[in-house]
C-alpha cells in the first residue's frame, strides 16, 4: 500500500497510526482492561457468514434506508466520539461535513471539541444527533439538550453505560492528557464555566445514581426523541421501551468500559427478540466493512453505528479522509447487498446469515 491510496478501512487504520503521536493514537485505538471486549467486537463479524440468494434481480440496489423515520443515504451513522480535534484541526465539524456529504447522520459527542452551534453553523445541514451524558444537575443536561434542540439536532442520544469511565490502560501508559487547547466547550458552557474543562472533570459530573425513573422524566420531558445507547441485555432492552426509548444501541462502547462484555454483535440477537419490533435496534462496536453493516441487518438492526472507522479517515486526511472512509463502507455495503440478492437495506432478513457463528 506504501505510497499509494488507501482503499479499506484498515489502511486508514494503519495510516492513522503512523500519522497520530502515540499518546493520542492510544486514547482512539484503546480499549478498558485487557482489551478482550475491543477485540471481540470486531472478531465476531468474523464469526459470521453470509447465505446469499441467487436469480434475484439485483440491477438497481440502493443502500438508503430511514432510522427514527429520517432517510439517510445507507444504515450506517457515524457514532459519538470524543475530542476529535486531537486529530484534525476542524474536528467534529469536518466530520459533520463528511457525513452531511455523503448523506448520513452523524452523532456529536458531549465530550466533543466544537459545540453545537459551532457544528450547526460550520457543516451544511444534515441528520444530526447529540449524544449526552445525564449529569447529576439536571441544570447542565438541560442546558445542553437546548443547545442541540435549538441548532436542529434531530435527536438525543442518551448514552447510559458510563456511570464512571473504563479503566484504559494505554492511557496510563502513555501518560496521555489532553492538550490544553482541547477540551469540551459545550459542557463547559452548559456549567458556566469560563475554563476549559478536563474529562476526569466532565466524568465527576456525570450522574451515577441514574435509574430508569430518571429516564423515563427525562424522556418524557424532552423535546426531541430519546435513543437509550449502551443497552447489553434483552432485560435492558424490554426496560428501555417501557420506559419511553425511541430506539436503542446496543453497545458497549467500544469496548472502552467494562472489559469481558461479549462483542456488541453477539448481544444484538437477544435485544432484538425482547424489543420485538417495537422499536428500532441499532447497534455499534467493530464495523469496519460495509460487509459488517449487512450481517447487522440480517441480525435484526436497523443500521449500525461507526466509532473508529471514520475517525481514522479523519485523523489521515481531515474531512475528505472522513468521506472517503463513509464513501468506501457505503460501497461496499452496496456491493455486499448486490452480492446478496438483496436490492435495498429492508431486503435482508435472518436468512442472509448463518444461525450459528463459526469458531474456527
Ligand atoms: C476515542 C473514543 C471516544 C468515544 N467517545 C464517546 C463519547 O463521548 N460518547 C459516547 O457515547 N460514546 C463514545 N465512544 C463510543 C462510540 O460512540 C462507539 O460506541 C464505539 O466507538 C463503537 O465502536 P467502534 O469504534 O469499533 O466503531 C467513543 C469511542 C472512542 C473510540
Redesign the pocket.
Known amino acids: 500500500m506504501a505510497g499509494s491510496e488507501p482503499i479499506n478501512v484498515a489502511d486508514y487504520e494503519r495510516l492513522a497510526e503512523r500519522r497520530l503521536e502515540p499518546g493520542a493514537h492510544g ?4 480499549g478498558a482492561g485487557a482489551e478482550r471486549t ?1 477485540r471481540d ?2 472478531a465476531a463479524f468474523g464469526r459470521r457468514r453470509l447465505r446469499p440468494r441467487v436469480l434475484v434481480d439485483v440491477s438497481r440496489v440502493s443502500t438508503a434506508t430511514t432510522v427514527l423515520g429520517t432517510p439517510v443515504s445507507m444504515p450506517l451513522l457515524v ?5 476529535q480535534r486531537l486529530v484534525d484541526p476542524d474536528g467534529e465539524v469536518a466530520m459533520a461535513r463528511a457525513a452531511a456529504a455523503v448523506g448520513t447522520a452523524m ?1 456529536l ?4 471539541t466544537s459545540r453545537p452551534s459551532e457544528v450547526a453553523a460550520g457543516a451544511p445541514p444534515g441528520p444530526r444527533w447529540f ?1 449526552l ?1 445525564c449529569f447529576r444537575d439536571r441544570g447542565v443536561t438541560r442546558a445542553l439538550i437546548e443547545e442541540a434542540v435549538e441548532h436542529g439536532f434531530d435527536a438525543i ?1 442518551l ?1 447510559v ?2 456511570p464512571r469511565a473504563g479503566r484504559r490502560e494505554r492511557d496510563l501508559r502513555t501518560g496521555f492528557a489532553l492538550p490544553a487547547d482541547v477540551s469540551a466547550p459545550a459542557v463547559a458552557a452548559a456549567v458556566g464555566s469560563e475554563e476549559p474543562i478536563t474529562v476526569k472533570e466532565v466524568f465527576d459530573l456525570v450522574d451515577p445514581a441514574l435509574e430508569w425513573d430518571d429516564f423515563a422524566a427525562l424522556a418524557s420531558d424532552c423535546r426531541l426523541p430519546i435513543v437509550l ?2 443497552v447489553q441485555t434483552a432485560e435492558d432492552g424490554r426496560l428501555a421501551v417501557d420506559h419511553g426509548a425511541a430506539a436503542i ?1 446496543v ?6 468500559q467494562l472489559d469481558g462484555v461479549p462483542a ?1 454483535l453477539d448481544l444484538l440477537g437477544e435485544v432484538v427478540e425482547a424489543v420485538a419490533g417495537r422499536r428500532e435496534v441499532l447497534v ?5 466493512r460495509g460487509s459488517d453493516v449487512a450481517v447487522a441487518l440480517a441480525l435484526g438492526a436497523r443500521a449500525v ?5 471514520p ?1 481514522w479517515g479523519l485523523a489521515v486526511d481531515g474531512e475528505r479522509g472522513a468521506r472517503r472512509v463513509l464513501e468506501i463502507l457505503r460501497s461496499e455495503l452496496e456491493l455486499a447487498l448486490t452480492l446478496l440478492g438483496c436490492s435495498s437495506p429492508d431486503a435482508v432478513t435472518a436468512e442472509h446469515v448463518r444461525r450459528e457463528p463459526i469458531f474456527d
Not at 457514532?79 to 475530542?83: D, G, H, L, N, R
Not at 455499534?284 to 469496519?288: A, H, I
Open positions: 486514547y482512539f485505538a484503546g475491543l467486537n470486531v457514532a459519538p466520539v470524543a475530542f452523532c459527542s458531549t465530550l466533543a449524544q451524558y442520544v448514552t453505560d458510563a445507547k449502551g444501541v453497545s458497549n462502547h467500544g469496548g472502552r456488541s455499534d462496536g467493530g464495523v469496519r453505528l461507526a466509532g473508529r472507522a475517525l
